[in-house]
């Protein structure tokens, strides 16, 4: 079994206990290293190389996030899942904006992280349903839509255009599936390339970048 390696920063030492007690029971994850500062852990992510890294917003005062494109640096392959204490869509945001991947709240069970880990390292991002729409919503009042460029459409399907504007409305690839009938598998294929054409590293980024070059249109449902 391929193990996923997971690297720990939170300043709560009693937090990054609990989380590695729970990830310590998955025979598919592996905790490769832990910090309680952001310097510390940005040395050893890369040494470490780990797949995912769970950084908590707040290091005693200082904002994780400033430690994002230092992480991309030392681990390109890494994806950074934000924690945090709260629900606040100002902190999904914001995470997203600096290259997250995912966010989880420490309001939730531990026993649901693994799961999510999972889904971040197969492709997915990571984002609470109910906040997906405020999310998107926020990326899109900040953004200036222009016309969208003819290279930039051309590059995408039709196939791809529609898998993105289902995206838009965060469908998961099992719900998109369903939704073209076709395979779970060649959703990935078709949101891999989305990814590739756009430039984008995440679902979130993929979606803001079309909202903001007019390839998409915000959903309806997702404008109140």
Do not use: C
């Amino acid at each position: 079994m391929d193990q996923i390696l997971v690297y720990l920063v939170d300043d709560h030492q009693m937090w990054r206990q609990l989380l590695r007690l729970q990830l310590d029971m998955e025979p598919d994850l592996q905790v490769v290293g832990e910090a309680g500062d952001g310097q510390t852990a940005v040395d050893q992510v890369a040494e470490l190389a780990p797949d995912i890294v769970l950084l908590d917003l707040d290091l005693g005062g200082r904002s994780g996030l400033s430690y994002v494109s230092q992480m991309h640096v030392a681990a390109p392959s890494a994806r950074i899942v934000a924690l945090s204490g709260t629900d606040r869509v100002e902190d999904m945001v914001e995470a997203f904006r600096t290259g997250a991947v995912g966010f989880l709240s420490k309001q939730h069970p531990v026993e649901e992280f693994p799961s999510a880990l999972r889904a971040v390292h197969a492709g997915q991002s990571l984002l609470p349903a109910e906040a997906a729409s405020a999310v998107l919503s926020a990326f899109r009042e900040e953004a200036k839509p222009v016309a969208a460029s003819p290279v930039a459409t051309a590059g995408l399907s039709a196939r791809e255009l529609e898998v993105l504007n289902l995206l838009a409305r965060s469908l998961s690839n099992r719900e998109i599936a369903g939704q073209l009938f076709i395979s779970e598998n060649t959703v990935k294929n078709h949101v891999s390339n989305v990814l590739s054409k756009l430039e984008a590293r995440t679902r979130v980024e993929a979606v803001t970048s079309a909202l903001s070059t007019g390839l998409i249109d915000l959903p309806t449902e997702a404008q109140h």
